[in-house]
């Protein structure tokens, strides 16, 4: 069991609060999220308000699981080292086990935490547990992966079949109506990827596209290097490549590069390692954004419902994808490639956890 109390550089807020009137309207989260259309009902003023000295517990999936969650870490502690009300952030790593998220969730409630943060390992293995959070008076923010629960007290979701349609529209206009694909997933049977590779189906729905290779690489370099060595000796004829995530993009182009063949157009994300790697061969290739500020936002929102605000019950972060300009303006040569933009981390903590020195 992981716990990490308040120990990294404090940050700058991924959020701001407004004076004046406790309500969610005041409740600013970074730029792209947004309350969600449709029923979306607000939790109680007030209902959850407590004094200073503050103990807020977060059931991470996988905290080692990549460069990204690695990440969601830092911004996760460095927004609640931020607030001086917050007495102690403790972080639970599942490690990818369901029965380990269950027992993390159970000792935090055991705890009793003020608030539960839970990125699910499935979208089921935190249902039971974060319904007894709930009756336990105990407000459970939800954050990068959805669960078929709806005891959650509010939620922040990336929305995954945007994220994933985003990218597939974009090859749509690449490879044309009968073009070849490659789709390179995540992790099997996480939500996250389940819902990305639904926004792909949704993208060429009505084209003659075809998805001729699919492969489970983890989110991580060095399976999806492996995973597009086999793909391309098997059949380099490919019009373009889905790749849901940028570790695995940074891997196929240079699986393509390797052997000295075109590198087809290809989908990426908001990592330095990737948008270096395209601002300097410059193939063809769009950024869907998935910042890891969301851990500090998920933060933030429990401290909102600590500080007595409304939220709503649902929020989603969906914003547009991002052309090589944008990768231009965020890129940074004396970073390493392991950091992910936006950031709600202080330059000092970039360079900190991020220096190539």
């Known amino acids: 069991m992981r716990d990490f109390t308040k120990s990294i550089l404090g940050a700058t807020l991924v959020v701001a609060f407004a004076a004046g009137p406790l309500w969610a309207e005041d409740f600013k989260f970074m730029d792209g999220i947004a309350p969600r259309a449709g029923d979306n009902p607000l939790t109680e003023a007030g209902k959850y308000k407590k004094d200073c000295g503050w103990v807020i517990g977060m059931s991470d999936f996988g905290v080692n699981a990549n460069t990204w969650t690695v990440q969601v870490a830092h911004e996760s502690q460095a927004a609640a080292d931020a607030e001086k009300c917050v007495k102690k952030f403790i972080l639970l790593d599942a490690n990818f086990d369901q029965k380990k998220q269950v027992a993390d969730i159970e000792d935090l409630i055991a705890q009793k935490v003020d608030a539960i943060i839970v990125q699910p390992v499935t979208s089921t293995s935190a249902d039971a547990s974060i319904e007894k959070a709930v009756a336990a008076g105990i407000p459970v923010i939800l954050h990068t992966g959805r669960i078929e629960s709806t005891a959650l007290t509010t939620e922040i979701q990336g929305g995954a079949e945007h994220y994933g349609k985003v990218m597939g529209d974009w090859l749509v206009k690449k490879v044309g109506n009968d073009g070849k694909i490659w789709a390179i997933r995540g992790l099997a049977g996480h939500p996250e990827d389940v819902n990305r590779y639904n926004g792909l189906l949704q993208a060429i729905k009505g084209t003659n596209i075809k998805i001729v290779a699919e492969q489970n690489a983890d989110w991580v370099y060095d399976k999806g290097r492996k995973v597009c060595e086999t793909l391309f000796l098997n059949d380099q004829n490919v ?119």
């Open 239 to 357: 019009d373009g490549i889905w790749s849901s995530g940028a570790d695995m993009t940074r891997a196929c182009v240079d699986v393509f590069k390797q052997f000295g063949a075109k590198i087809p157009p290809i989908t990426g994300e908001g990592n330095n390692g990737f948008m270096g790697q395209w601002v300097a061969d410059g193939y063809d290739s769009v950024i869907a954004e998935y910042s890891p500020a969301q851990g500090a936002a998920g933060v933030q929102a429990a401290i909102a419902l600590l500080q007595g605000k409304q939220l709503y019950k649902h929020y989603d972060y969906n914003p547009p994808g991002r052309d090589i300009e944008w990768a231009k303006k965020y890129y940074r040569d004396d970073l390493s490639a392991n950091v992910w933009w936006p950031s709600s981390l202080t330059e000092d903590q970039l360079k900190k956890f991020y220096s190539k020195n």
